[in-house]
């Protein structure tokens, strides 16, 4: 089945800092990827999309400008949360799409910032 | 390698009939397994379910867990348009990682 990876697992920074969450389709061609965040026993907050070669769409309420994304080939988009600050803590999950098909979710990537 | 098997993969049923969706998992250091609705944007939370054999229920949706045999179960009873979507069952396994399964697409006809 299709896979999609997510890197790191796992991030620690600090306030203010810039961090890069990576997006892959290992098998296939992901024409879009979705980022959604998701809070404790909540649902996916669909926070961008994106299709490659072009620029991302947001969701209403999120900063283009703090949530950089970037979805430059078809096998990888990135998220850069830039100033990051405590209340961007959260669980970040993408999700890739090729053509009409299916979403196959990424494992997530959990972000603390202190 | 951890991977979770949803069936079926698409399912066509009349208003008021009763579907059952089904999940299988293989996780290492399982923690929770949660069941998911998509119908346009994002997922929406359905349950949440952490011990064998206890039911949760919300409405027409209930959801049991098998810890032992590695699956879990969501039925939907007298179903309606509105239950079409795609349900996900995703296993919330070790250092915060989700495995998503492929989904099941549900098609309440009238």
């Known amino acids: 089945g299709a896979v999609v990876s997510q890197h790191p697992s796992r991030v620690i920074c600090k306030s203010g800092t810039s961090v890069k969450i990576e997006c892959r389709s290992l098998d296939f061609q992901a024409t879009t990827m979705f980022w959604y965040r998701q809070f404790p026993k909540q649902s996916l907050m669909l926070m961008a999309t994106s299709n490659e070669g072009s620029k991302a769409t947001y969701e209403q309420g999120v900063e283009k400008d703090k949530f950089l994304i970037n979805h430059a080939s078809l096998t990888l988009s990135t998220l850069t949360v830039t100033s990051a600050h405590p209340e961007d803590s959260s669980f970040y999950i993408c999700?890739?799409?090729?053509?009409?098909?299916?979403?196959?979710f990424g494992p997530g990537t959990r972000l603390t910032v202190l | 390698e951890d991977k979770v098997v949803q069936s079926p993969l698409s399912l066509v049923v009349h208003e008021g009939d009763t579907v059952t969706l089904n999940c299988s998992y293989e996780?290492?250091?399982?923690?929770?397994l949660l069941w998911y609705k998509q119908e346009k944007k994002a997922p929406t939370f359905l349950f949440m379910l952490t011990s064998s054999g206890i039911e949760k229920k919300s409405g027409r949706l209930s959801s049991i867990l098998d810890k032992k045999e590695l699956f879990s179960i969501l039925n939907i009873t007298a179903t309606q348009t509105g239950d079409s979507a795609i349900y996900l069952c995703?296993?919330?396994?070790?250092?915060?990682?989700?495995?998503f399964g492929t989904g099941t697409r549900l098609q309440v006809f009238p």
């Open positions: 996780v290492t250091n399982f923690r929770s």
């Open positions: 999700s890739a799409r090729e053509g009409a098909d299916s979403q196959f």
């Open positions: 995703a296993v919330e396994a070790w250092a915060d990682k989700l495995i």
